[in-house]
């Protein structure tokens, strides 16, 4: 087997993507640690994973990125928006928010979730990242995003990675569906970069009704921005107009019950309180640990979210029942 170091820049493909009995078109990986790979199968080599001392629980493989577009053919799909792997970049276009995703993930590592989870939300992270530096018009909006205000970017990539998390404890296994609520959840709060800094900079019991009003505004300042990207499903366009809603109907700025709240608004709306509350900001000096942001949830606010969804949160967070 040929170990290799982290010199060189890998992406995750599902095991799935493999059938048995046919020859690999690259040389397949196989993810021992944050920085050693091990080549499992060669270029040409036949996929015998039964034959193989194999880890049944990896459902993941790597390729180099250099020979993704080999793996997948002509064009690759990420979060049901298609691009064409020939001419996906090399270079980084959006650095900062790769450095972003690192930063969070440390965050999180500290919160207490399963490994496991954490690994592949941190899988559809990357991929996320793949399709903000190949499709201009979403690195653009992320690019303002960010040069507006670095917390903006920070809570965006947490609610992104805490979403995924939520998802996979309830079960969800799609990677397209992953991958859209991953790529709504970055972009929930897009509408913010049009708020002027007295209103994103002041505590929501400070601010006045009028002021409220404006704030509130975000989720459909965010609606009209992406409406005018053709590759933006209207999926992700739900979770930025309903990620204040809440299950008994108090949120804003519909006041829809939960039954009527699009499924990845739910989950996003969850994780959105979640990280406010166990990230350190401006308006939030002092962040819970997650232990006690659940019981914050739980007691002080009524556990007003998608019960599922908090559910999964708790599992996510204390493992599964021995």
């Not at 909006?141 to 996979?168: C, G, K």
Request: glycine share 4%; with cysteine.
């Amino acid at each position: 087997m040929d170990m290799k170091n982290d010199q060189e820049d890998y992406v995750a493909v599902s095991r799935d993507e493999f059938i048995v009995g046919t020859q690999v078109p690259v040389d397949i990986f196989l993810k021992l640690s944050e920085s050693k790979y091990v080549m499992i199968l060669k270029e040409g080599a036949i996929v015998r994973f039964d034959q193989m001392h194999f880890p049944e629980k990896a459902e993941w493989l790597y390729v180099r990125k250099t020979d993704y577009h080999k793996c997948v053919g002509q064009t690759l799909t990420v979060a049901g928006i298609v691009l064409d792997s020939d001419k996906i970049s090399q270079e980084k276009k959006t650095v900062f928010l790769s450095k972003a995703a690192d930063s969070i993930f440390k965050e999180i590592e500290h919160l207490g979730f399963d490994h496991q989870t954490l690994e592949h939300s941190k899988i559809v992270s990357k991929s996320i990242q793949t399709l903000v530096e190949n499709k201009p018009d979403i690195a653009a909006v992320i690019t303002m995003m960010s040069n507006l205000n670095d917390d903006l970017i920070r809570h965006s990539m947490m609610v992104s990675a805490i979403s995924v998390i939520i998802a996979r404890s309830m079960k969800w296994t799609l990677a397209q569906n992953l991958e859209k609520l991953a790529l709504g959840a970055l972009l929930h709060d897009v509408g913010m970069k049009e708020l002027p800094d007295e209103i994103l900079e002041m505590p929501r019991h400070a601010m006045t009704r009028d002021q409220a009003a404006v704030y509130e505004s975000h989720v459909y300042r965010g609606v009209e921005i992406l409406r005018s990207m053709p590759s933006i499903s209207d999926d992700i366009i739900a979770i930025v107009l309903e990620h204040h809603e809440n299950a008994p109907g108090q949120g804003y700025p519909r006041r829809l019950r939960d039954i009527k709240i699009n499924p990845f608004a739910r989950v996003v709306a969850l994780a959105d309180c979640f990280s406010e509350i166990v990230m350190e900001s401006p308006n939030n000096p002092h962040p819970k640990t997650a232990p006690a942001a659940l019981q914050f949830i739980e007691i002080a606010l009524g556990q007003p979210f998608h019960k599922p969804a908090f559910a999964a949160l708790k599992q996510a967070l204390q493992g599964p029942p021995r």
